[in-house]
C-alpha cells in the first residue's frame, strides 16, 4: 500500500526497465490490464494501480474529479521514485484521467496509450444519469451499475468464448465500494472537453480501440487520433470496450510496436 496525500493507494509493480502506468476504467480495477502485464512485464516496468475508491485503495467520500486522480497518480510516481517520463495507458476512464494528466504534469509525460477512451464531455442528459447513479449506488449496491454497464462493456463473441472472464469481471465490478462508484461518477459528469487540448499534445500516442466498442467507437476513437498531431490509431478486432482485456494478443503487439518507435 502506497500512501499519497489523502488516501493508500494498492499499486502493483513489476518488471524492469522504462515504466509503463496503467490507469484503469470504471468500475475495475488494477487486474483489467493483467494480460498487458503478463506481458509486458518482461521488458517493462509495469505500475498498475487501483485508483482512489477502486479495488484495495481508500475510498473518498463524496466526489473525485479527474483532476483529483490524475494528481494521485502523480503523486504514486513521486513515492515510487519514479522521476523518469512514464507511459501512461488509460482505458476509458483511464483516458479522462490522461487528458488531466497531460495538462497537469506534462514533464512526467513520455507517451500516451488512449483505449477505449472518449474527448467530449459528457451530455447534460447523460450528466443527469451519472448523478442518479452517483445517488442511488449507495443505498442499492454496485449491482445496478452492474446491471446498467456490463452488456455494453464486453463484445458479444467474447461474451460466448469467454463466460468465467465476464464473472470475474462482474464479481470485480460487484465488490467495488459503492461510495468509489458514486464519488467517480460525480467527477466524470462535471469532466471538460478535452476537444481543444488535442492538437496540443505533442507526445507521442497511440489510440486503440474496439472494433465493437459502443461506448467510445471507432469512428469517435478515429477523430481523436485524427486530432492528436503524433497519433497512431489501432483498432482491434472480436472486441469491444474492454479491448485490452478481450484480445490481448494483438493489443499487446500494438503497444510494444508503439514503444519500440518512443
Ligand atoms: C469506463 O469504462 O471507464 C466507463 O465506460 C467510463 C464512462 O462511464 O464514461
Redesign the pocket.
Known sequence: MIHIPGATLSAQDVGQGSPILFVH??PLDHTMWREQVADLSRDYRCVVPDLRGFGQSTVTEGKVTMEQFADDLAALLDALQITEPVVLCG???GGYIAWQFVRRHASRLKALILCDTRAVPDSSEAAASRLKLADDVVPLGPEIVVKAMLPKLIAPGFKVREPSWIEEIRQVMLATNSHGIAAASRG?AERADARPWLPTIECPSLVLVGEQDV?STPTEMSEIASALPHATFRVIPDSG?LAPLENPLPVNEAIRAFLATT
Open positions: 476504467g470504471f482505458l476509458s476512464m466524470m461506448i470496450h
